[in-house]
T-cell receptor, first 121, second 112 residues
């Protein structure tokens, strides 16, 4: 598609419920990222997918968080047994893979989706 | 661990004033550096980036940033801001791995 698409744009859920957030990256972008943006905070890295490689889950805050990417395209972030501290904007981004260049590397930067605003009440 | 520091959390300027937003990172090796912008109600978008060559990079809407390796800095500048530049600005660094580290952001408000 033309951009990174995320759904839903807003989600209000009760504490203890599970939620699924969806991300549809730009076609041809092999890398997909999930970040979390809380009020007054920067962007907190959650998880990274690159092609068909195993994801890097080092940023997931607890085992209630999980993500998958099917067929190297669409990704779903699942939060089980939501807590109030999970309330945030969840951002998905995609990019082309980094290039090795003489003396360094070239990272293309991210294209972000509009995010899903999650509110746990 | 690598980190990115943005010195100002909130900046208020009048139209036509000059802008400089500070950004410092902590990493001694090769980096790629970015500024992203988030306009009110819109998604984050790339403003400009540096990966090699001329340390002065130009982006969209008249913005530029200068990479000073000795100071580990990548400050964002614009000679004359407009009301439409009101937004939140994020500095970010990638050290060659998969993860880009973002600063906490600077909220810019430009008074008409």
């Amino acid at each position: 598609g033309a951009g990174v698409s995320q759904s839903p744009s807003n989600k209000v859920t009760e504490k203890g419920k599970d939620v699924e957030l969806r991300c549809d990256p730009i076609s041809g972008h092999t890398a997909l990222y999930w970040y979390r943006q809380s009020l007054g905070q920067g962007l907190e890295f959650l998880i990274y997918f690159q092609g068909n490689s195993a994801p890097d889950k080092s940023g997931l805050p607890s085992d209630r968080f999980s993500a998958e990417r099917t067929g190297g395209s669409v990704s779903t972030l699942t939060i089980q047994r939501t807590q109030q501290e999970d309330s945030a904007v969840y951002l998905c981004a995609s990019s082309l893979a980094q290039l090795a260049v003489a003396g360094g590397f070239h990272d293309y930067g991210y294209t972000f989706g509009s995010g899903t605003r999650l509110t746990v009440v | 661990a690598q980190s990115v520091s943005q010195h100002n959390h909130h900046v208020i300027l009048s139209e036509a004033a000059s802008l400089e937003l500070g950004c410092n990172y902590s990493y001694g090796g090769t980096v790629n550096l970015f500024w992203y912008v988030q306009y009110p109600g819109q998604h984050l978008q790339l403003l400009l980036k540096y990966f090699s060559g001329d340390p002065l990079v130009k982006g969209i809407k008249g913005f530029e940033a200068e990479f000073i390796k000795s100071k580990f800095s990548f400050n964002l500048r614009k000679p004359s801001v407009q009301w439409s530049d009101t937004a939140e600005y994020f500095c970010a660094v990638n050290t060659g791995g998969f993860k880009t580290i973002f600063g906490a952001g600077t909220r810019l408000f430009v008074k008409a």
